[in-house]
């Protein structure tokens, strides 16, 4: 990777997965420190989702789908670069 515009683009993306990385690791730690209810990304999506009323509802049918269209979509790009 010699030419200088993919390696300011390779450098953008890393800079950027570190950035979300780490202030994920910082927000979760300060939830799971305080283990106070609601804290935690992971009740913020069941809350968004509704899981409450079942995983039937339409949020969790609409994360299932969007996930698994995602993975087929994803898994297939980075590994035999089709799409």
Do not use: Q
Request: net charge positive.
């Amino acid at each position: 990777m010699n030419d200088p515009y993919r390696r300011f683009w390779a450098a953008c993306w890393r800079v950027w997965l570190a950035l979300v990385a780490v202030s994920f690791a910082i927000l979760e730690g300060i939830a799971l420190y305080r283990r106070k209810p609601g804290d935690t990304l992971s009740e913020n999506t069941r809350t968004w989702l509704r899981t409450d009323k079942g995983w039937r509802s339409a949020g969790p049918l609409a994360f299932i789908g969007v996930l698994v269209a995602f993975v087929v979509w994803f898994v297939p790009h980075i590994v035999w670069e089709t799409w």
